[in-house]
């Protein structure tokens, strides 16, 4: 019978500061639709950068028997932007893998916002794209 392999706790390892803690998990997996077309601007130094929300359904509907669903913000950088932006268009299904990142600022009235992203590693189309409509020419 073969043992078990040895389960280890990376929390109490000390980090180089000398403080404990492991070190954090921040995956987020999604599949949805694009609520809109992806809105591509080149940043910094030229780095492409595509914005664009999902709409992810709920796993459970409401006392209406409607869904509800989440809209959840998505960035891609560099060259996954610029594929976004070729191929992919509203109402498109897609799957998503990506982290969480949570950002805050000052607004214009002063006041302190956050907002809230995904910001995609892989996206992968699960449907195939519309084909135009037939135009007689």
């Given at each position: 019978m073969s043992k078990a392999p040895e389960m280890t706790d990376e929390r109490a390892e000390p980090r180089p500061d000398g403080r404990t803690g492991g070190r954090g998990i921040n995956q987020i997996t999604l599949v949805g639709r694009l609520t809109r077309d992806p809105?591509?601007?080149?940043?910094?130094?030229?780095v492409?950068?595509?914005?664009?929300?999902?709409?992810?359904p709920r796993g459970y509907a409401g006392k209406d028997g409607d869904r509800d669903a989440d809209f959840i913000n998505v960035v891609a950088w560099r060259k996954l932007a610029s594929v976004v932006s070729e191929h992919?268009?509203?109402?498109?299904?897609?799957?998503?893998?990506?982290?969480?990142?949570?950002?805050?600022?000052?607004?214009?009235?002063?006041?302190?916002?956050?907002?809230t992203e995904v910001i995609a590693d892989q996206i992968v189309f699960l449907d195939a794209p519309k084909k135009p409509a037939k135009t007689d020419g």
């Open positions: 809105e591509l601007r080149n940043v910094g130094d030229g492409p950068r595509a914005w664009f929300v999902v709409a992810v992919l268009q509203k109402g498109r299904l897609v799957g998503i893998v990506g982290r969480l990142q949570v950002s805050s600022f000052e607004a214009q009235d002063g006041s302190r916002r956050s907002t």
